[in-house]
């Protein structure tokens, strides 16, 4: 007798108690989520469920949308992964960095089981990779804090120095200086993607050395809050963040994931799903911008404005030259633009951030 | 202006970096001192801070929305005293356990409140006293919990030294038999040392759920439970030295932050490791020397006391 | 008091195999009641927890997969705490393990040997034992108490840990995301059945479990640890060293963590990340309690544990149940265990006179 009999008839135990055990075989097509974080943290696996609802609730009963989360990065994500490929699921995303070699692997023995790594490098003919050029929003508002900062001290609190979070901080840092070439940026690394605590605490650090807008690489609305209380600026992150901080938010970067996550289930859904990788920013509506505050002034909405329309059509590349490295040699010369490769391996700062890059 | 205005902020944002692991530590130490080791800290925290914040948006009111986080953190201690001191269960083990429940047990009574905001608890402007420069906006106008935790740790101070009944719960921390045998309750006393633990806690969690960060979010004490714990070693189970290490313990923290927003150039995993070395040396430091560990090192820590054995 | 716990002269036998049932009882009556509460059909929950995860061979190997750091642990764990030696710092000693262990791969990659893993183990070994040395010789030589330290020194080992992957270990050609290169084969443990993720490290961790047996049944080593443990003077007396006890029941538990460490990232993980355990070190301490402290017991707790947490997954999977029912069901089934163990040494009476004066 195997194993598999064994834990048959326990189940057969089970129904022959009288109590029927809810069967599984759905006609409907089913879609898995793997999130590393709890859904109810309010920020980035926040956002991914919002856009597993929008799958949801597009295709109705024809789709079963199921997740699991806060999945650790490492041996239980390939087991919760392999897991979600055997029941039958049809579309697996997996929705943080750390996932990616275990999405491979898996991908390897399910063949006709089709994979979305976000954020990642490494892709197959079943996995694609997709990621958002969120460093578009933080150039947009770049220009809003050049502008807003009395102080020309902009406040960054960074989570990890990994390119993802360099590059954010570089294009916000671009953008600030054009058009208020006195900005200065001070860093504060948290080494946490979440602790609402320490977040906060960097907030009012970079606070007391003179920043008065707060922009954050990190997931909690707490240095929104401290910026309210302390009565500076501050830009939401994931989320519209506005309701804990409604004066001091001048606008939020938010993911959207809605679109992308239904297209491509349709793709799935029609048999037109080919592997990918996407990277999309404005243009795609991945990226957006909250409502940005009342308090601001119409100029400055207006240039917001026009920096992303620039964005969306092409005619303004945040990475564009001319401008200089921290260390004063040449970053992109007059007339170029780093290209994707450069800015996926981003690890140094440009002019204009203080402090050095934790290496 | 002085050169020294950054100096008021700075010392501010330590207060509230340091309060939670007061309120956390000084109720530990009470469990501590009556010879109980409860590792379930930071689940008895989050239960606090979810049943604080669900308390203060159902009904607005903070003494009541602070009285519900003590009772909590109190509703999970004495489960802990069940198993532990009724049943006999190994402490470590249990400590552990209550964690893991704690944790999920918050976040499923939390569900519903993810993303909600509350207003932060007030601070007290004590009139006329806030105006004094330096010194005003630091001893006169905290909120109500910051002037609290100095009160408890001068209260459980007073309780443990000056009072018989403190008298009799060290007493029971260091020799439970002995205690028994002169007739003192060493269970019921215990219970009452663990719960108070708890409650306290509970208010710990409180303080950030609606102080320190006024809102709710799954695992939002980030370890500072076990800080707390390691907070207590470093004080010598001496109260007022766990205010001391609190706000040492909040002080580096914040002074690593600002380090980096300066421009310092210091890995900052480096900096984050001080305090637990720190505690290590202090430990090694007090426990050389018999006599001292001897006076304040509850003697029966750990250990299980059955009255009939 | 109504019931009284009276302490039995001999523990009950009936109860060492009786109190894991009725703690099973006792968990699914709570739980049926918790999953009512959730709106959630009990019965179904119940077959998401505990049938399901195991419905296939390979679900099957995938416990023993997530039992075998648990069980390596535990099983070094406790033997100190037979000891009376309290190591709660199997975390950072299993991270240190994988550190020391997986820094020969990272320096010499390129190395193709067939003497490279086996190497790596022995490091991997040496690394959780020398990180529990700290505390064995703070505690031996300055009476500090090893509770405190070994958890102080967690902290710091997994911050070296995330140091050097967010610094000099990250994978040349990653991007400069925070981790290593991916292992070579002569760095991978084997797979013991093809197809599956079990790997040597399970041999290892079963092989720990016998050995540890053994040791604690036939030898003299053994035999020290429990006589240090239960009556230190009595051991005193027969000329055993309380202080040679505390350094083997540290070294031993570190080195196994070490072994756990490096069987995770060169097992499974296959590569060194700033998180390689969700706090094994920590959970092993409720398995070694959960086992009784024997090597036979552990192994089962280790494989009970692994299941609760495969099927939290598959209840999320099929039923949707969140992550942090998980945690409360994980929660009530220890301590349902962990207060039945009172029935083994104890028995309830009713106290049928009244309360005698005291």
């Known amino acids: 007798m195997t194993l598999k009999h064994i834990s048959t008839l326990i189940g057969v135990a089970a129904l022959a108690s009288g109590l029927l055990v809810g069967g599984t075989a759905n006609a409907e097509d089913k879609i898995g989520f793997i999130y590393v974080g709890p859904v109810g943290d309010h920020g980035w696996t926040y956002r991914h469920d919002v856009g597993r609802q929008a799958v949801q609730n597009e295709f109705g009963d024809k789709v079963k949308t199921t997740f699991v989360e806060s999945v650790k990065e490492g041996p239980d994500s390939e087991r919760v992964i392999r897991q979600m490929a055997a029941d039958g699921h049809k579309l697996i995303f997996t929705t943080s960095f750390g996932f990616m070699n275990p999405t491979l692997k898996v991908a390897k023995q399910f063949p006709d089981v089709k994979f979305e790594h976000a954020t990642g490098y490494k892709r197959a003919d079943n996995v694609s990779t997709y990621s958002a050029r969120f460093y578009e929003g933080r150039y947009v508002v770049g220009k809003v804090a050049g502008k807003m900062t009395k102080s020309n001290i902009i406040g960054y609190v960074g989570s990890f120095p990994i390119p993802e979070v360099v590059r954010g901080i570089n294009a916000m840092t671009l953008a600030a200086r054009s058009v208020n070439p006195d900005v200065t940026v001070k860093v504060a690394w948290v080494s946490t993607w979440y602790d609402p605590g320490k977040e906060g605490d960097a907030a009012k650090a970079l606070i007391d050395q003179g920043a008065d807008v707060i922009l954050q690489h990190t997931d909690s609305p707490a240095p929104l809050q401290v910026a309210e209380n302390r009565g500076v600026w501050a830009v939401g992150q994931a989320s519209d963040m506005t309701k804990f901080a409604p004066k001091a938010q001048l606008t939020a970067i938010i993911d959207d994931w809605d679109g992308y996550y239904i297209e491509r289930t349709k793709a799935v859904l029609d048999g037109t799903w080919k592997s990918e990788d996407v990277w999309g920013g404005f243009k795609s509506g991945m990226v957006k911008l909250a409502p940005y505050n009342t308090a601001i002034p119409e100029d400055v909405i207006a240039l917001a404005k026009e920096t992303q329309k620039g964005i969306e059509d092409g005619s303004i590349l945040p990475f564009a030259g001319p401008f200089n490295k921290q260390d004063g040699s040449v970053g992109a010369a007059e007339g170029s633009a780093l290209d994707d490769g450069t800015l996926l391996g981003m690890n140094w700062y440009v002019e204009g951030v203080e402090g050095q890059l934790p290496k | ?309 | 008091m109504l019931l009284k716990i009276e302490k039995r002269s001999e523990y009950s036998k009936a109860m060492v195999y009786l109190t894991p049932l009725i703690a099973l009882a006792l968990t699914v009556l709570t739980s049926i009641l918790l999953f009512e509460l959730l709106g959630v059909n009990p019965i179904e929950a119940l077959y998401q927890f505990f049938v399901a995860p195991l419905d296939t061979e390979y679900e099957f190997s995938e416990l023993f997969v997530k039992a075998t750091p648990l069980m390596l642990c535990a099983i070094g764990l406790s033997v100190g705490f037979r000891a009376n030696v309290w190591n709660i710092g199997a975390e950072g000693q299993l991270t240190m393990g994988a550190i020391v262990g997986s820094s020969l791969f990272i320096y010499f990659p390129e190395t193709d040997s067939i003497f490279l893993l086996p190497v790596m183990i022995i490091l991997g070994a040496v690394g959780g034992a020398a990180w529990a040395a700290i505390p064995a010789y703070l505690k031996t030589r300055f009476n500090a108490n090893e509770i405190l330290t070994s958890l102080m020194l967690v902290y710091v080992a997994i911050l070296v840990l995330s140091m050097l992957v967010h610094g000099p270990w990250r994978d040349p050609a990653g991007f400069n995301f925070p981790e290593s290169q991916t292992f070579s084969e002569s760095a991978d443990m084997p797979i013991l059945v093809s197809g599956t993720r079990m790997h040597f490290g399970t041999l290892l961790a079963l092989l720990a479990v016998f050995g540890a047996w053994i040791m604690m049944a036939r030898t003299l080593v053994g035999f020290q640890v429990k006589v240090i443990g239960q009556a230190p003077r009595a051991g005193g007396y027969a000329g055993f060293s309380q202080k040679k006890v505390i350094w083997f029941a540290l070294l031993f538990s570190g080195a196994l963590a070490g072994v756990a460490g490096l069987s995770e990232v060169s097992g499974p993980i296959d590569q060194v990340l700033p998180s390689i355990s969700p706090g094994y070190g920590f959970t092993a301490i409720i398995v070694a309690f959960l086992g009784r402290l024997h090597p036979v017991g552990i192994f089962f707790a280790s494989l009970l544990m692994a299941l609760t947490y495969l099927g939290g997954e598959t209840a999320q999977i099929n039923l949707g149940l969140p992550v942090a029912v998980t945690g409360v069901f994980q929660g009530m089934v220890l301590f349902f265990l962990l207060a039945c163990d009172v029935l083994v040494h104890y028995r309830f009476r009713l106290n049928t006179a009244r309360k005698a004066t005291s």
């Open chain 2, 1 to 309: 202006m002085s050169g020294f205005d950054w100096i008021v902020p700075v010392i501010l944002t330590v207060i509230t970096a340091a309060t939670p692991l007061v309120f956390a530590g000084i109720g530990e130490l009470v469990t501590e001192k009556s010879g109980v080791l409860n590792l379930g800290i930071e689940g008895m925290m989050l239960v606090g801070a979810v049943s604080g914040f669900i308390a203060a948006t159902l009904t607005g009111n903070y003494f009541l929305a602070v009285a519900a986080a003590a009772v909590a953190g109190a509703i999970m201690a004495f489960l802990f005293g069940v198993l532990t001191l009724s049943l006999m269960a190994n402490q470590v083990a249990t400590g552990l356990a209550l964690t893991l429940f704690g944790v999920g047990l918050s976040a499923l009574m939390g569900q519903e409140f993810v993303g909600v905001p509350v207003s932060a608890l007030a601070q007290l402007d004590i009139a006329g006293l806030s105006d004094i420069p330096f010194i005003g906006p630091i001893l006169f106008a905290q909120d109500a919990l910051v002037y609290l935790s100095f009160f408890m740790v001068g209260a459980v101070s007073w309780f443990l030294y000056k009072t018989k009944a403190g008298l009799i719960l060290r007493a029971v921390g260091d020799s439970h038999d002995a205690a028994h045998s002169i007739g003192y309750p060493v269970i019921g006393i215990r219970y009452l040392a663990v719960m108070f633990g708890g409650a306290m806690s509970g208010i710990g969690g409180a303080y950030l759920s609606l102080a320190y960060t006024p809102m709710w979010a799954e695992n939002m004490t980030a370890g500072r439970g076990w800080i707390a714990l390691a907070l207590i070693v470093f004080a010598t189970w001496k109260p007022g030295l766990v205010l001391v290490g609190a706000y040492m313990f909040g002080g580096i923290t914040i002074l690593q932050l600002h380090a980096q927003a300066a421009g310092l150039n210091v890995p900052s995993q480096v900096l984050s490791m001080l305090p637990y070395l720190a505690t290590v040396l202090v430990l090694v430091l007090i426990s050389k020397d018999q006599s001292r560990i001897r006076k304040h090192a509850p003697a029966c820590i750990g250990k299980i006391f059955h009255p009939a054995a």
